[in-house]
């Protein structure tokens, strides 16, 4: 665990994170037109879909064969859980080791900048947008939950029977009554239609949502809740069947160390890395580097499985994989020209230079 920080959470079902806000700070003469900064180190968020499934049999479900030739019901209650989509985002956090104050001259053309709540670098000289994740866009969808069965569907003439085979005999010859019913509307057969469309559009509502009821007692009720589970991980090395979290059938996700659960492993490979510098060379560069200073990141293939099954796979951008270097000042010196620069937040790396 060395070469690694883990950090996991259990979110509430389907919430929506807010996106990166970020603050404008200006270069001016009472702050000795100075912006101070962070670059990022790569946090990798790993989100994990899991929907819980209740099932939940019909009292009728042992004749739903025989009245309704339907064979696929379920039998018994019982909960399950079922693994989703798996998705990554690269996270940028505040690397307090490289942390810098830039002073621009007074007639510099670079009054402001965008930094994130963080502190972490959006823009010079340029207005900055945050985009929007790939997990915050997957957790803005919604699920509607199955309907359970509504007791208004029991009529006088169901209750009063006796028996259960009796009850679903009834139920059964209700729901062939409906489907009757809504087939000489759709035909003009019935002895009184729906005036308009519109009305007829309800009934037609009211009779489907009604069969539908009916049939539940039959083959029953399966709803669906769906919950994300999320994992931050800071790398520092290549990492080889890192276990991210368990996942177990009847119990959901547990934690790493639950042996309830199937382990899901991570396995991340540096695939572009700079060359790392001695002691003296890293000194010297470090007291050339002046002005903007900003990631050159390096890359890492990245693959999560379970039970030698994969959920994941990808490439991704890790800042501690790279190297740092700089923008001098003098770039934003000329006034007919003004140099706008743009970063990216989650690796501290030039997005673009406009002159």
């Not at 994170?17 to 037109?33: E, I, M």
């Amino acid at each position: 665990m060395k070469n690694l920080i883990i950090i996991a959470s259990l979110l509430l079902s389907l919430p929506i994170l807010a996106q990166t806000k970020v603050v404008k700070k200006n270069a001016v003469k009472a702050n000795n037109f100075g912006i101070t900064y962070s670059l990022p180190k790569t946090s990798l968020i790993i989100n994990a879909e899991v929907t819980k499934v209740t099932c939940k049999a019909g009292p009728y479900y042992k004749y739903a064969e025989k009245y309704l030739g339907v064979k696929d019901v379920i039998t018994e209650d019982k909960v399950y859980y079922e693994l989703g989509k798996i998705t990554l985002d690269n996270k940028g956090i505040p690397d307090t080791d490289n942390t810098y104050i830039v002073e621009f001259k007074g007639g510099t053309v670079a009054p402001y900048a965008y930094l994130t709540e963080e502190g972490l670098l959006c823009s010079i000289n340029a207005e900055y947008t945050p985009e929007e994740s790939a997990t915050e866009a997957a957790r803005k969808k919604g699920q509607a939950p199955a309907k359970a069965t509504d007791a208004s569907v029991f009529s006088e003439e169901l209750l009063m029977a006796g028996s259960t085979a009796k009850q679903a005999e009834v139920a059964a010859k209700q729901i062939y009554r409906i489907r009757e019913s809504r087939l000489n509307i759709l035909t003009g057969e019935a002895d009184n239609l729906p005036p308009d469309g519109e009305a007829m559009k309800l009934v037609i509502q009211q009779l489907e949502e009604q069969e539908k009821a009916l049939t539940n007692l039959f083959v029953g009720v399966k709803t669906k809740e769906t919950s994300d589970y999320e994992v931050s991980l800071v790398p520092f090395d290549n990492l080889e069947k890192e276990v991210l979290f368990r996942f177990s059938d009847q119990l959901g996700i547990v934690d790493a160390d639950d042996l309830g659960g199937a382990p899901v492993y991570m396995d991340l490979k540096a695939t572009e890395r700079a060359p790392e510098l001695d002691p003296k060379e890293a000194e010297k560069k470090e007291k050339m580097m002046k002005g903007i200073v900003y990631n050159v990141p390096g890359k890492a293939s990245i693959e999560i499985s379970m039970n030698k099954k994969s959920l994941y796979k990808g490439e991704v951008q890790i800042t501690q994989f790279g190297s740092r270097e700089g923008l001098a000042p003098v770039m934003f010196e000329d006034k007919k020209a003004p140099v706008k620069v743009l970063f990216y937040p989650e690796t501290g790396a030039i997005k673009q230079i406009i002159q």
